[in-house]
């Protein structure tokens, strides 16, 4: 009987889905709803979500769960790939806990690409990321690069500071590293500055060097602190110069782990007179404060007479104050789905059929061939005119040079792509022109030999 093809010159663009198919080794740091692999948990077709089953974190560590995904049989120029997921929290957090996409283009553990922060809510919404160019190499995307990605998920907690700001004073209770002031009234040098209310000139430390001098005192601890999220430090110093030729320069110190903090020096002069320095973040680490660093660390002050003989600087009275909230819940993040979309234009397509045992033109006839047509059919557009033809014909092969299958998989591929066909080698001049499919039914008539039956629909594009 011959054969005719149809040709898609210009494809519409496609998407591709793939699905996680294994957990990326090394990389799975989430919690499962159930005790199995990562991956099968999130791996369900895109319009499909089981929210019974999911990954989770908690945690003020960032943590990752990546997935391997199959490779690809497709062909065409890629214009993105799109990373979706499921997503929600069990409360919204404060700002501090973060969730991204990401995608790692050679399914290495460190090397991975984040998405922008991932919105919160506490039902499950849907969200997605897309990256234009691999960003590995900031080309386009190759289907070898779709083979070697993984795909997945970054979060990392943080807990909320919670109800309103409290405040404890510690004030020094034993000797700290440096003792170089002198001490006037009592010893050793702290029991000279602990009062809760100043004794003024009663008890003090002094010196009356003109070179500096520094004096640090550990401090007593509250254990309503521990576990407590810190907002600030503070140190107050009472001083003044008595006997005075000069005011006399002197600075707030902090002592922590063998080191003191630097000079900010101020000018003290005869009148007693509160100094102070705060610090919101250890000044050592700039991360936030822990009651680990309140129990270790020392207070204390730097100065020195400016004339000597003349001169003596005094403090009656050191102590820190330190701000805290109650620390808050971890906010629990949890994800039910994450799949990759890739866009991408196909390359020209030919596909062949048999040439048709029949064919026709007449619009009343067509409808009646394509209604009671008792086989599988799919319609992808509506006819809007009488130009339509309708093709029947057979697939079978008795050499086995093709499969019948394979044939009426790629006409169903052409008509969901849904761009225009030319029609050539049908053996009639007025069929071979451009057309689009409006739908195609099939049946399988024989499975040994395969033989399929087939009804096309076209409307010629030329209206």
């Not at 900010?264 to 680990?292: E, H, I, L, Q, R």
């Not at 849904?418 to 399988?444: A, P, V």
Request: aromatic share 14%; proline share 4%; hydrophobic share 30%.
């Amino acid at each position: 009987m011959g054969e005719f093809t149809l040709t898609q010159i210009a494809p519409n663009d496609e998407k591709a889905y793939f699905y996680p198919n294994a957990d990326l080794s090394g990389c799975t740091e989430w919690d499962t709803s159930a005790g199995v692999d990562h991956w099968s948990l999130i791996d369900e077709q895109k319009d499909s979500v089981n929210f019974d089953d999911y990954v989770s974190m908690q945690s003020e560590s960032a943590l990752y769960d990546v997935y391997a995904l199959p490779d690809s049989s497709h062909e065409g120029t890629i214009t993105y790939v799109k990373v979706w997921g499921y997503v929600r929290s069990n409360y919204v957090p404060e700002s501090g806990t973060v969730l991204y996409f990401l995608c790692s283009p050679e399914s290495v553990c460190t090397d991975v690409y984040l998405s922008s922060s991932i919105p919160f809510t506490e039902s499950w919404s849907k969200y997605s990321y897309v990256w234009i160019n691999n960003p590995k190499t900031s080309s386009s995307w190759t289907w070898s690069d779709i083979d070697s990605l993984s795909i997945g998920l970054k979060a990392q907690g943080s807990a909320p500071n919670t109800g309103t700001t409290q405040s404890l004073t510690l004030r020094p209770n034993g000797v700290g590293t440096y003792s170089q002031f002198d001490t006037s009234g009592d010893t050793p040098n702290w029991k000279c500055v602990d009062d809760s209310s100043s004794d003024g000139n009663s008890t003090y430390v002094y010196t009356e060097n003109t070179s500096h001098q520094i004096d640090t005192y550990n401090i007593e601890y509250d254990t309503a602190l521990n576990g407590k999220v810190i907002t600030n430090v503070s140190i107050y110093a009472v001083m003044k110069v008595d006997p005075r030729a000069h005011d006399c320069p002197a600075t707030i110190k902090l002592y922590l782990n063998g080191s003191l903090t630097g000079d900010d020096f101020f000018w003290v002069d005869d009148d007693w007179v509160y100094y102070s320095k705060s610090w919101a973040v250890n000044p050592w680490t700039s991360s936030n404060w822990t009651d680990g660093d309140i129990q270790n660390m020392e207070i204390g002050f730097k100065g020195r007479a400016y004339i000597d003989g003349q001169d003596r600087l005094r403090c009656t009275k050191c102590y820190a104050t330190v701000e805290y909230k109650e620390t808050g819940t971890i906010p629990t993040i949890y994800a039910a789905q994450c799949y990759a979309e890739v866009g991408y234009t196909p390359p020209i397509r030919t596909y062949t059929l048999s040439k048709p045992h029949t064919w026709s033109q007449d619009h009343a006839q067509n409808v009646k061939t394509i209604n009671f047509w008792n086989g599988t059919r799919e319609v992808y557009a509506l006819s809007r005119s009488h130009k339509t033809v309708v093709l029947e014909g057979s697939e079978y092969s008795p050499d086995n040079s093709f499969t019948p299958c394979d044939r009426i998989n790629d006409i169903r591929t052409a008509g969901k792509n849904g761009s225009e066909i030319t029609i050539q080698d049908i053996g009639m001049d007025c069929l071979n022109r451009t057309y689009r499919i409006i739908s195609f039914g099939w049946k399988l008539t024989s499975m040994h030999p395969q033989v399929y039956d087939w009804v096309l629909e076209l409307e010629d594009a030329n209206l």
